[in-house]
């Protein structure tokens, strides 16, 4: 038996293609373990969204390198792997910058891991480098993940993008936009409904521009694959993320208003709330367009609650566009968000603008946004409080008799109730903070 160490960055598509490379390599003997120190197998799953990301895998690299050598004295081998989109932007580079690292594979590789590692152990020293973007799918290849989940899994259901925003790398490390076929996708999730989940997060980089191919020869767009997945008895919740305004369609629309088991939230970034600015991002819809969507999606389920992702300090935005973004943000009101200081990526159009924003003025935009931000999401969160809302136990608490779990809304709710793992209760809130609710198990359930 020999150990395999997965270090994962980045978004929740990593998180999965981790999950898959476990199954992969299992065949092989490798089992995970939890830390690096006398692995076998040492995997990168890197991320290359903002510069901050990549450099921290260079940073932890570093220390890996100490134990390789400890293991070498001991008479041992470890090999180092780096795999994600910092692979496949720099793959070269890596094994320049980085001479202990034996294998880098790229997100559309780690299918051919099991074959790149048996490479690896066999000729001492040879060091592999695959980033080639396949002709053939990746997924016709690969074990499924999720029933290695518990209550909630992951499905990716698409991957790549077409939409080259003007900051983005991913249609650069990801690739252009591929949906997978929809028998598939019901396959997979009927397994992981089978092994005990009882909610699925759909996911794709651009998860609403799925277009799959159905039996009945036409393609399902997102909506319909909602409905599809509705129909697999003990399936009770359906989320799915990240999302586009531009392929927010109305199939998707009438999902959220007739599926009850597509909770009430959703992840859609705006990144500004300036025309000029999301112009030039490449985001190809206006401020008003977002403002039309949010409406449509609330008219359709009212209790709706929406996330986003925005960049602040953008090649170009005047104090003028930002202030637009507050504005926006205000109108809207986000029960949850992610902002981040625009990164400038090598290769990227908007890396080569001239009218970069200063780092200090980045800063203080970042610090202002996120305020509001957080201020919306505690008064989001302090809304529910005296409300009753059903709830997922997902896993033991940090406390003896509480359990975490989340409600419609993907806040984390602290519960105290009896071990009742895998099912969804009625929990009265009682507390709220910026991060999560507590309560208790209503009444009726608790009789
Ligand atoms: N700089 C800052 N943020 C970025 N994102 C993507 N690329 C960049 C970049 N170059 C953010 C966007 C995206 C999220 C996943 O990461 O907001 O929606
Ligand atoms: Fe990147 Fe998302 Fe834009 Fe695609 S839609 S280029 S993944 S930010």
Redesign the pocket.
């Known amino acids: 038996m020999k150990g395999v160490f997965i270090k994962t960055y980045g ?1 929740q598509m990593n998180v999965y293609d981790s999950a898959r490379m476990v199954k992969l390599l299992a065949p092989l003997g490798f089992v995970p373990v939890m830390a690096p120190n006398d692995a076998d197998l040492v995997i990168f799953n890197t991320c290359h ?3 901050k990301a990549a450099e921290k895998v260079y940073s932890e690299l570093g220390k890996i390198h100490r134990l390789k050598i400890a293991k070498a004295h001991r008479g041992g081998t470890m090999i180092v792997a780096v795999g994600g989109c910092v692979a496949q932007a720099e793959g070269a580079e890596i094994l320049h910058r980085v001479p202990f690292v034996d294998l880098v594979f790229g997100p559309q590789s780690y299918h051919r891991l099991p074959e790149l590692v048996v490479r690896a152990l066999r000729e001492d020293g040879v060091r592999v480098l695959d980033t080639n973007f396949p002709a053939e799918p990746k997924f016709d290849y690969l074990p499924e993940a999720s029933a290695a989940a518990g209550v909630t899994a992951f499905l990716t259901v698409q991957e790549g993008c077409d939409k080259f ?1 003007s ?4 249609p650069y490390t990801r690739g252009a936009e591929y949906s997978r076929p929809v028998v598939q996708v019901l396959t997979e999730a009927r397994h992981a409904v089978g092994a005990g989940v009882r909610e699925i997060t759909l996911l794709g980089q651009n998860v609403n521009a799925y277009h799959g191919e159905s039996p009945d020869g036409r393609n399902w767009g997102l909506g319909e694959l909602i409905r599809g997945l509705a129909e697999l008895p003990g399936l009770d919740r359906i989320r799915y993320t ?1 999302s586009h305004p531009g392929d927010v369609d109305d199939g998707l629309i009438a999902a959220h208003r007739d599926v009850p088991q597509l909770m009430p939230f959703v992840h859609l ?1 705006v ?1 500004s709330g300036a025309d000029r600015v999301l112009a030039a991002m490449n985001r190809r819809h206006t401020a008003d367009v977002y403002r039309q969507i949010v409406d449509r999606l609330r008219s359709a389920r009212s209790d709706l609650a929406l996330s ?4 602040v300090g ?1 090649p170009g935005e005047s104090e003028e566009d930002f202030l637009a973004t507050l504005d926006l943000v205000d109108e809207i009101g986000f029960a949850q968000a ?8 090598p290769g ?1 159009p ?2 080569f603008a001239r009218d970069q924003v200063p780092e200090s003025v980045k800063s203080y935009r970042l610090d202002v946004l996120q305020r509001l931000l957080k201020r919306q999401q505690r008064d989001f969160n302090e809304a529910c409080v005296g409300q009753i809302l059903p709830v997922l136990l997902e896993k033991p608490g940090r406390h003896d008799g509480q359990l975490v779990g989340r409600s419609p809304y993907l806040q984390s709710v602290h519960v105290a109730a009896p071990a009742r793992l895998g099912e969804i209760v009625p929990v009265l809130i009682s507390a709220a903070s910026t991060n999560s609710l507590a309560g208790s198990l209503a009444p009726a359930a608790a009789a």
């Open positions: 978004c969204i903002r510069e925003c900051f983005c790398v991913v990240t970034p990144q986003s992702d925005f960049i953008f992610f902002s981040f200081k625009y990164s400038r990526r990227t908007a890396a």
